[in-house]
């Protein structure tokens, strides 16, 4: 009984949570599609009401540890759910973020993206795409902020281990930013696919810069080892394990 309870509260927060994306999509749409800063608050504003709606209505808390970055900064992000999306972007100024191509057909998610500066890639591509942003960034009509990339190329559950890709790397070469790793535990709580949302403590770690510099394979490894070891120990945390 308690677990169709429970399905039944998460069933109303999701359909919610995608309705008010809707209405404030529409809302600020022409002040977005004339200024970005117009795009960025309604995503923020979004962002916001999506964890404070999952806090009292699926008992889903949600906290930010670590410092958020500023500036132009490369984030190297554990990816589990669409939530730590919402997590960090609810934690940085100006977030972005690497996004599969498809996504721009996504109803209104595909045009704020574009509007915030995320950077669309093909499947297979990537170093394309990259090319682009940083040719943009030399003629200065890239946004600035700071991009937010998922080195393993897709959502993985919590204890799953699945292997850093190069792109991750060679974004860091190639922007000469400092890279701060992040790591999570929301899968413990808002899985890859389905509508149960178990309540709990989500939470998002940015962990201590890299500095710029390392080799790919020196940088890939070290990135590596301490996202999945705090991603690990939050979910140790979340599970009482």
Request: hydrophobic share 50%.
């Amino acid at each position: 009984m308690a677990y169709a309870v429970q399905w039944l509260r998460s069933l109303i927060f999701v359909g919610q949570m995608y309705g008010a994306m809707a209405v404030l999509g529409i809302l600020f749409f022409p002040w977005a599609m004339v200024s970005r800063r117009g795009a960025r608050l309604a995503c923020l504003l979004w962002c916001r009401w999506a964890r404070w709606t999952a806090h009292w209505m699926v008992g889903l808390k949600s906290e930010i540890r670590g410092t958020p970055p500023e500036g132009e900064v490369l984030i190297a992000a554990k990816h589990q759910s669409f939530f730590d999306i919402i997590m960090i972007f609810s934690a940085v100024p100006a977030g972005k973020f690497i996004m599969k191509r498809e996504l721009l057909w996504a109803p209104v998610l595909g045009q704020y993206a574009l509007r915030i500066g995320c950077v669309p890639v093909d499947r297979g591509k990537r170093g394309a795409a990259i090319a682009k942003m940083l040719q943009d960034v030399d003629r200065g009509t890239a946004e600035p902020g700071q991009l937010i990339i998922y080195p393993q190329g897709t959502r993985v559950a919590p204890g799953v281990h699945k292997p850093y890709k190069v792109g991750a790397a060679l974004l860091y070469e190639q922007t000469g930013q400092p890279c701060v790793p992040a790591a999570t535990n929301v899968g413990a709580f808002w899985p890859r696919t389905g509508i149960y949302r178990k309540p709990g403590l989500a939470v998002v770690e940015f962990l201590p810069v890299i500095a710029p510099g390392l080799p790919k394979d020196a940088f890939l490894k070290q990135l590596a080892e301490e996202v999945e070891t705090a991603s690990d120990a939050l979910y140790a945390e979340a599970t009482g394990a």
